[in-house]
């Protein structure tokens, strides 16, 4: 057995704790910052006010590194993997698991464990004098606590290396964050909240984040339109989206429709597909809405909590949000003529009011970055889709 180290012990189980606190709340105020291995800390999005840092919050390749992995017991140890301390024991595992590979008249055997290393690999060169052998580390109770099992027992070496690639991926991450404004709870600052770094909770993982630190779905004060929006992101974006549809097709040029697929109820629309309009009329599918919405939240450089959604699975949530958009007059929909299909556009009652106090100075003035990227978003994918038919 390695020597027992209390205090690496003792400082890792600190950390995982305030890991837990970050990845259930997205972010961590700055007073728990001391509790971060410093390696994993400056990974983190600091958030100001207008005087101070406030907290910490997950980044973009803090949440990938999360999806990339089996589950959140992974990505703790990827983020203690970050120490060296930390990490020579697991190294010298992994060490040792490459050198029975070679004993293995399969030569694919430690080709497959290398490449699966990735570019951790790189760590195993510069421990190659330590001695590797497959036994429990000082951090064994710890490992047993997370995965169930010790990272030196031969049904932990898959999970042991994975833990090291990402760990390795996260090492070399762009750390140079600016800082990102808290969210403005009155919603008065709406650049500020709808800004790159912002995190927005999908709606099916609502309640995680305090309010100043993301955008999610709340409890709304009131059914006016202005509270609702603020309330809902999605029903936000959502709102902005017809809007836009509206605006740009008063100019007589481009734009794009929202078409109901034959089949669909327009309560359960699980699948809207958005039409691209070119300037001379000629229309071509680029996607559904689900491919429209993670454009323009990539574009924005704003992230998906817990996990940037696959289209399939934000269309089914859509689904709810359309049906509620429609009863929230937010939206309407009109069956198709003659071999035409359904469409959806801006609620008139919506449309008046966007016009007017007070919702106008914010589909006036402070959501036309918004506007833009959504127009953006169409053209950019009606032009890939020309490119690929060529």
Same mark, same amino acid.
């Given at each position: 057995m390695r020597t027992s180290n209390p205090d690496l012990l003792t400082k890792a189980h600190s950390a995982i704790n305030a890991q837990k606190h970050l990845w259930q709340h997205t972010a961590i105020e700055v007073s728990q910052k001391d509790l971060f291995l410093p390696e994993s800390l400056q990974l983190l999005q600091p958030i100001s006010n207008s005087e101070q840092v406030t907290g910490y919050a997950l980044t973009k390749s803090l949440i990938q590194s999360h999806a990339a992995l089996n589950n959140s017991a992974e990505w703790h140890l990827s983020l203690l993997a970050l120490n060296h301390e930390i990490r020579k024991y697991w190294v010298a595992l992994a060490i040792a698991r490459c050198k029975e590979a070679q004993h293995i008249q399969d030569p694919m055997v430690l080709i497959q464990r290398i490449q699966s290393l990735g570019e951790a690999s790189a760590w195993l060169l510069e421990h190659v004098e330590v001695p590797a052998q497959l036994e429990a580390t000082p951090l064994a109770s710890l490992e047993r606590e997370l995965l169930g099992c010790e990272l030196h027992e031969n049904s932990a070496y898959p999970i042991l290396f994975r833990i090291l690639k990402v760990a390795y991926d996260l090492q070399v991450t762009q750390t140079d964050l600016q800082n990102l404004d808290e969210v403005d709870v009155m919603h008065k600052e709406f650049e500020r909240n709808w800004s790159a770094g912002r995190i927005i909770v999908l709606p099916k993982n609502q309640g995680y984040s305090r309010d100043r630190w993301a955008l999610q779905i709340q409890s709304s004060p009131s059914t006016a339109y202005l509270d609702l929006l603020n309330a809902n992101p999605w029903l936000m974006l959502l709102a902005l989206i017809v809007y836009t549809q509206d605006a740009w097709a008063a100019e007589h040029g481009a734009g794009f429709n929202l078409?109901?697929?034959?089949?669909? /109820?327009? !309560? =359960?629309? /699980?699948? =809207?597909?958005?039409?691209?309009?070119?300037?001379?009329?000629?229309?071509?599918?680029?996607? #559904?809405?689900? $491919?429209?919405?993670?454009?323009?939240? /990539?574009?924005?450089?704003?992230?998906? !909590?817990?996990? #940037?959604? #696959?289209?399939?699975?934000?269309?089914?949530?859509?689904?709810?949000?359309?049906?509620?958009?429609?009863?929230?007059?937010?939206?309407?929909?009109?069956?198709?003529?003659?071999?035409?299909?359904?469409?959806?556009?801006?609620?008139? #009652?919506?449309? $008046?009011?966007?016009?007017?106090?007070?919702?106008?100075?914010?589909?006036?003035?402070?959501?036309? !970055?918004?506007?833009?990227?959504?127009?953006?978003?169409?053209?950019?994918?009606?032009?890939?889709?020309?490119?690929?038919?060529?």
């Open positions: 078409c109901l697929p034959q089949g669909q /109820n327009h !309560y =359960v629309a /699980n699948e =809207v597909k958005v039409i691209a309009v070119g300037a001379e009329g000629d229309e071509i599918e680029i996607g #559904t809405l689900a $491919d429209l919405i993670l454009k323009v939240i /990539n574009t924005l450089g704003m992230l998906c !909590y817990p996990h #940037t959604p #696959t289209v399939n699975d934000l269309n089914q949530t859509l689904a709810t949000l359309i049906k509620q958009a429609l009863e929230l007059k937010l939206w309407q929909y009109r069956d198709g003529g003659m071999g035409e299909l359904g469409q959806f556009s801006i609620h008139p #009652t919506l449309s $008046d009011a966007c016009y007017s106090l007070p919702l106008s100075p914010m589909f006036g003035r402070k959501s036309k !970055y918004i506007q833009q990227v959504i127009k953006d978003s169409v053209l950019e994918l009606r032009q890939n889709y020309l490119l690929s038919k060529n």
